[in-house]
């Protein structure tokens, strides 16, 4: 049975590996390190943007719970 | 400096360490419309909890059930890429279509899943944490990584992933879970299987390429037929308890009703037909509607629940 799913499935060697980690290696084994294009950089920009304003959101996210966890009592106590 | 920024972004043997994907890239890897089904289910078994929650509370712990439930989806993304990218259906996801590299969607899915566990721990209880913690390990490892490929029963087991958010919801209010959560868990349980398999009726072909051995694949189109119906046959009536068990009201036993009978109806149709593109049509037509039908369950509950809409509908059980 296992080896008719087996044969229902060709591999492609484009596609990445099962839990791979990595892309697989190009063909060469040491081509020159191409640069980012200006719309990679964009897109990078982009999104550390994004990361920023989330990381920013969790900031206010937190302090919001706290306040809710624990409660308008927070001030109310001997100093 | 962007020379620099390019090389400790590129491994000496020029593989990409680090990708150009945008942040709706990775939105994208969390499954967003399943997340939004978390979100609708787990607020299902929240407001039919007996008891009541702070609403920010409750609003930051929706936010971390279905973060975890993204968080899990990317996981699955990650382990699935290379099925995903032999099938028509998700050759486009983030990491087969090549814009973010699988290191990337792992550690995100692991962040993701390590900060909605320890942030539902913190702002509700442990039981919560441990179950999201559980429907996490259950769909990205159970049925990701064990029982996809292993079983045509792979989606009926690993439709209880999918069925815990109630539980999850009624835990975060109370710190237990009882015979609410369980039935809200059993309508999710039990629609599974049929939403599934009207999907995979149509994409055999896309699930044969894959090496996935679905229903259809292994047992044939006229088994999976019957095998839909049977379960559409049960859901249907469990899905009309809630109003029996008195926390949906006479809304959602009209609407339960009404909808369960178009499921039956519809799976009839799937069973009869099976020939040519009207079967296809047939198959398609179950699958779109389950997704309102889970949909609209969960809706009315809530509406009835947050509006105030709970009709004096004799309860029988409740």
Redesign the interface.
């Known amino acids: 049975m296992s080896q008719d799913r087996q044969e229902l499935k060709p591999r492609d060697h484009d596609a990445p590996e099962r839990g791979s980690l990595e892309k697989p290696a190009p063909a060469s084994s040491h081509p020159a390190p191409a640069a980012f294009s200006p719309e990679d950089m964009a897109r990078r920009n982009r999104r550390s943007i994004a990361l920023a304003l989330v990381l920013g959101g969790l900031v206010l996210f937190f302090f919001i719970v706290t306040l809710a966890k624990t409660g308008p009592a927070i001030l109310n106590r001997p100093l | 400096m962007?020379?620099v920024?390019?090389?400790i972004?590129?491994a000496?043997?020029?593989?990409?360490l680090s990708s150009?994907?945008?942040?709706r890239d990775?939105f994208a890897l969390l499954k967003p419309r399943v997340m939004f089904l978390v979100i609708v289910t787990a607020l299902g078994g929240m407001v039919a909890a007996p008891g009541a929650v702070?609403p920010?509370?409750g609003l930051?712990a929706l936010?971390a059930i279905s973060v975890g439930a993204g968080a899990s989806g990317c996981l699955n993304m990650?382990?699935?890429?290379?099925?995903d990218?032999?099938m028509a259906r998700t050759a486009d996801r983030p990491?087969?279509a090549?814009r973010i590299?699988?290191?990337e969607a792992?550690a995100f899915g692991l962040t993701l899943s390590i900060g909605s566990v320890l942030v539902l721990g913190?702002?509700a209880n442990l039981l919560a944490a441990a179950m999201l913690a559980f429907t996490i390990f259950f769909y990205a490892v159970v049925y990701s990584?064990w029982l996809k490929r292993a079983t045509p029963q792979n989606i009926v087991i690993g439709g209880a992933a999918g069925a815990f958010p109630p539980m999850i919801g009624e835990a975060v209010v109370t710190g237990d879970f009882g015979l609410t959560s369980i039935v809200l868990f059993a309508i999710i349980f039990l629609w599974t299987p049929p939403h599934f398999w009207a999907l995979a009726l149509v994409k055999s072909g896309d699930y044969?390429?894959?090496?996935i051995?679905m229903l259809p694949?292994v047992a044939g189109p006229a088994a999976t037929r019957r095998q839909i119906v049977a379960y559409t046959l049960v859901l249907a009536p469990v899905a009309v308890l809630p109003a029996l068990m008195g926390f949906g009201g006479l809304i959602y036993l009209i609407v339960s009703i009404a909808t369960g009978l178009a499921m039956i109806g519809l799976s009839l149709r799937v069973l009869r037909v099976t020939e040519g593109d009207a079967a296809n049509k047939a198959a398609y037509a179950l699958f779109g509607f389950s997704i309102l039908y889970l949909f609209l369950l969960f809706a009315v509950l809530l509406a009835e629940q947050g509006l105030g809409l709970m009709w004096a509908l004799p309860k029988v059980l409740g």
Do not use: C, H, K, Y
Request: aromatic fraction near 8%; hydrophobic fraction near 50%.
């Open positions: 962007s020379a920024f390019d090389q972004n590129r000496d043997d020029g593989v990409a150009t994907g945008e942040a990775f702070n920010v509370i930051a936010l990650w382990w699935d890429a290379d099925i990218a032999v990491i087969p090549g590299l699988p290191s792992l913190l702002v990584m044969a390429r894959a090496g051995p694949n």
